[in-house]
């Protein structure tokens, strides 16, 4: 935890309620002013990376965010709705950076450029992201339902709907557009879940800048190659 | 867990204790038969792989595995001792099965494809695998240490050499061969370890062998296109 937090380059708790659908705490509906919930929020989610929703303690979190234990649950009933929320906040903001991709350009290729460097933008800004996603996983915590249904699937299904469009305007070669979604996914998630992995296997923080600059530079590269089709 | 067992094609235990390095019990190398240690082995490896370390328990491994615990212990003193035998018996099979990619042919494509084959083949044989490897990973178990330096790193370099050398025949882009051995093993683990996640985003079971037959098809379409230099 303590190498990734070094490598935090910005977390820029920026949720808006408008855009977190339907399971906002009532509480945060009726505050004037965020800022005292974005501190809580941003606190929690480093301390539910670091030790597992199990792990993690209130007090601690309350502590930590530097609010009395009171308020902390005056606006999240409970450790699993901060938790809840936490993970909610992270995947409408990856949703809404990724979705930003879709409209720019009808060129498939260029939409699929934009949505890798979207994605890294994403994960260096919220590097407790792969983290936690990967515990629930693990876990198969309660929440895997709607994450996959509210985000996952859909950002699936707009990638398979993105590479068929690149498919018939003759940008990408003829591919299996499902298991090419999942390799596109593949390349640039594995390298962030398998961090801690990495780091012992290379020898370096493979969450550096540099290096996360060099894998982004990778991924375009092996799409370009693996996916686009070549110009004549 | 049911899902994986009734995906598992075939569980051949077929460790040996040549291969296993140092770390063996000695009540295995005095062992005149491995036909119940062996049974003990595959029964603790479905049930760590459901249960993690924590959670499994030796009782439940003795009754499922049909011996009497003074027995289980006999093999394995400990529960943590056992747990780590199932991870180097599986990582001992996985390092030859890759292994056996090497000394075939001088072509650096064909030995990488051969080595893919053979991880798909690794894993269709032992489902158990990418989960316990993910549970060592996120509890930063004290495993990892002698994981990486005594397999993942040897696997990791072992793959940048054979980049380089299909750089260097010309068999492939001139690519930076680090970045692309973490591609390579990226789009092949990625799918089996987000395979939870997979089943539900896409509304079938990822690791059907005829699935498993598609991606890994998709794989090398992938490598050929994105690593394999055009022939001209």
């Known amino acids: 935890?303590?190498?990734?937090?070094?490598?935090?380059?910005?977390?820029?708790?920026?949720?808006?309620?408008?855009?977190?659908?339907?399971?906002?705490?009532?509480?945060?509906?009726?505050?004037?002013?965020?800022?005292?919930?974005?501190?809580?929020?941003?606190?929690?989610?480093?301390?539910?990376?670091?030790?597992?929703?199990?792990?993690?303690?209130?007090?601690?979190?309350?502590?930590?965010?530097?609010?009395?234990?009171?308020?902390?649950?005056?606006?999240?009933?409970?450790?699993?709705?901060?938790?809840?929320?936490?993970?909610?906040?992270?995947?409408?903001?990856?949703?809404?950076?990724?979705?930003e991709a879709v409209t720019d350009t009808p060129s498939a290729s260029k939409r699929l450029s934009a949505m890798v460097d979207n994605f890294f933008d994403f994960v260096l800004a919220h590097p407790n992201y792969p983290r936690l996603i990967q515990r629930e996983i693990m876990s198969r915590g309660p929440n895997m339902g709607w994450i996959v249904s509210e985000y996952y699937r859909p950002l699936h299904r707009w990638l398979v709907r993105l590479i068929e469009e690149g498919i018939s305007a003759g940008e990408f070669r003829r591919v299996d557009a499902r298991n090419a979604a999942v390799t596109v996914v593949a390349i640039m998630v594995h390298y962030f879940s398998a961090a801690p992995v990495l780091r012992q296997v290379l020898g370096h923080d493979p969450l550096r800048p540099r290096e996360v600059a060099k894998r982004r530079d990778a991924v375009h590269d092996f799409l370009e190659h693996g996916l686009f089709r070549p110009r004549a």
């Open 1 to 99: 935890m303590k190498a990734l937090a070094r490598t935090r380059i910005s977390a820029p708790h920026k949720w808006e309620l408008a855009s977190l659908g339907r399971r906002v705490p009532r509480s945060l509906r009726q505050a004037r002013d965020l800022s005292t919930a974005r501190r809580i929020v941003a606190t929690a989610e480093d301390i539910f990376a670091e030790q597992g929703l199990a792990g993690a303690r209130m007090d601690e979190i309350a502590r930590a965010a530097k609010v009395n234990k009171a308020l902390l649950y005056y606006y999240f009933r409970s450790k699993e709705e901060l938790h809840r929320f936490v993970l909610e906040t992270l995947l409408s903001q990856l949703s809404a950076r990724v979705g």
